[in-house]
């Protein structure tokens, strides 16, 4: 069973920026993928047996078992939905 995380190209995870002085820590859950050119944002914690979408900009904390999109890094699915629609 895998438990690494999948890292696509151009991925930004970052609890610092070198002109801002105040940090986060980013928790990154198991099983998780990462499409490329995602952006994390400092301070978010992640579930586990996530997908985060190409171009996703993360800016909340996500959930366990979902598939998550778009600039905002909205919930799009699942894990249960996807696997009842493969039915």
Do not use: Q
Request: glycine residues 8%.
């Amino acid at each position: 069973e895998i438990s690494a995380c999948l890292v696509g190209s151009e991925m930004c995870i970052r609890d610092r920026h070198e002109w801002i002085e105040k940090t986060k820590p980013i928790s990154i859950g198991e099983k998780c993928w990462f499409e490329g050119e995602t952006i994390v944002l400092p301070g978010i914690l992640t579930g586990s047996n996530y997908i985060i979408g190409a171009g996703s900009i993360v800016t909340h904390d996500i959930p366990d078992n979902v598939i998550v999109t778009s600039n905002l890094a909205k919930i799009i699915k699942t894990k249960e939905e996807v696997i009842e629609n493969e039915k």
